[in-house]
């Protein structure tokens, strides 16, 4: 898959939720590898963020980031409807401190990006892959989020109130396909208990009916009905008429539905497309990116994920196939076979087995592959990656060049499945690629480095 942004701008204007105060929103086409940054044009300098987890700096009833004196909230509807619509880049640009409410949903948004269109960009997207259960559980509520590998990504919702009129609803997103028809059209919601509470807290100055679902489900005294209602500049109703207080839902499980919305945009944080099986119980800002916050943490400490093995699943190429593209042979042939090839990426693998020559000098009572073979089994795999472009493969050859931030960081040994995956660094110009290369042993780095290679011709 492809990375994408938006094919053109567009701007959306409104009152922000909580701040009340007007601003402009403009979603910007990307570069790839940007990812999702935010713009506070309004500030000196006009700086910028990235939307990211690691910038949360409160959670109460929105999500709230913030960078230096660049502070931004309300995110979570824009975040959800990039992060849904598979757009990897986009320059969001504001002129205030807050997103526009608009309706309370992200049908505004998902509208706009459906009248510019989506381009598909020429980097490839880089998946946050869940290898094992994830779980995070709010200390101070039920609240909790349980992510189980998957080979897609989907999300399970449950809420739950001491509630008559909203008790226990659930909702769940098994393809993102149906977000902008199932999802994006579900406005927030609040309680008529809350709302006091709230405006004390200098909280939800732009919101009423036209922007969010109210809830009035428990009987309060009729005065203090009538200073909410004049509070959210509505008209008051007898204190004794329970039920919602707008016209009508859009779906029987709206609350629902929009909880799962903000999920999918609060873990839209990550920074990037997570696949894995989301089940969200009672969740709330602080329970979704505490969860992103978790996933952050992993991503910086592993720097890149080990690709996906599944031995079960034929192999794009094997043995036979790279000896038909390689002229090396036993005992020097170092890969065994090839899961992936794309225009800038090959994934390779090496099974080491305690009968390789090597290990009869390197070294006899504690047998390790030697570094310079990791390096050379790097290169033969990026080498299937450049020659499988080619129409006669077998009439060509590569060469090493230059080899440069070489590191070995743990012993490979008899037994162990080495993973490599080589990248290109840059177009293939006069025959010459450069590459980075990963080695992964049991889903960590044991190896890396760059190098450059010639592709040339083999004499008849």
Known sequence: MKQRSIAESFSLSGKGLHTGQNTTLTFRPAADNTGIRIKRIDLPGQPEMEALADYVVETTRSTVLKKGEAQVSTVEHALSTLYALGIDNCLLEVDGPEFPILDGSAEPYVNEISRVGIVEQQEDKDYYIVRKKIEYRNPDTESKIIILPDDDFSVDVHIGFDSPILNNQFASLDVMEDYAEQIAPARTFVFVREIEALAKMNLIKGGDLKNAIVIYDRALPQEEVDNIAALMGQSTRKADQLGYLNDSLKFNNEPARHKLLDVVGDLALIGKPLKGKVIALFPGHKTNTETAKI????????????????????????????????????PFLMVDKVLEITDRVVVGVKNVSGNETFFMGHFPKEPVMPGVLLIEAMAQTGGLLVLHKQTDPEQYSTYFMKIDNVKFRQK???????????????????????????????GKIVAEAEFMAQVTQNKA
Request: with cysteine; net charge positive; aromatic share 8%.
């Open 412 to 442: 490979v040994v008899p037994g162990d499945t080495v993973i490599f995956r080589i990248e290109l660094m840059g177009e293939i110009r006069r025959g010459c690629a450069q590459m980075r290369g990963l080695a992964f042993v049991g």
């Open 295 to 330: 996933i952050r943490k992993d991503i910086k400490y592993t720097e890149r994920q080990a690709p996906v093995y599944d031995d079960s699943v034929e192999p794009l190429l094997d043995v036979n196939a790279i000896r038909r593209m390689l002229p090396h042979r036993w």
